[in-house]
């Protein structure tokens, strides 16, 4: 006799789009009378320290057009090389750095924009110090589960080299697609989803 085990069927997945960037960012989409201003959109103050830069950059899918309903957050460490998280235990981080920000993709061109400050060098869970970066979320229509990568610095070549997770690339020139390009205090940062220059993303 067959036993019937009651097991639960999984759920369906569906994407994080078309309106993902709608909910999460309403103030810059027009909708007024939700938050002062959308949240993750400002993550300095004139007391912040550190250097100021400007990250801007475009998710591009993989027939080269960039998406205009995406949605990134980023995570990163202030210029001292601490993170404002409970969980930080070498010291305090700046309180006039959030550590966090969300930008959705513009309706024009599909860029993103983040103000922030170059971070400082953290240590990777054996000890040796990662490159200075900044960690990205990435979620738009089509993409059923967040995609998770970095951005390193183009100025940072002697600490890239040294980097535990840029070394564990196999595919050595793969990396260069975690490197950003312009100079301080203007970096670039293409996300490509998939072809040629596909962006190398995170199993976290």
Known sequence: ??????????????????????GLTPSFCGIGGVYEGDLGA?????????????VTGRVIDGAGMPLRDALLEIWQADAAGLYNSPSELRGTADPNFTGWGRSPTSDEGGVFTFETVKPGRVPFR???LMAPHISIWIVARGINIGLHTRMYFPDEAAANAEDPLLARIEHRHRAETLVAAGQAPNYVF????QGEKETVFLDI
């Open 190 to 193: 293409d996300i490509h989803l």
């Open 42 to 54: 400002s993550m300095v103050n004139d007391k912040t320290l550190g250097q100021r830069i400007t």
């Open 1 to 22: 006799m067959v036993q019937d085990l009651s097991t639960l069927k999984e759920t369906a997945s569906q994407t994080a789009g078309p309106y993902v960037h709608i």
């Open 126 to 128: 054996d000890g040796r």
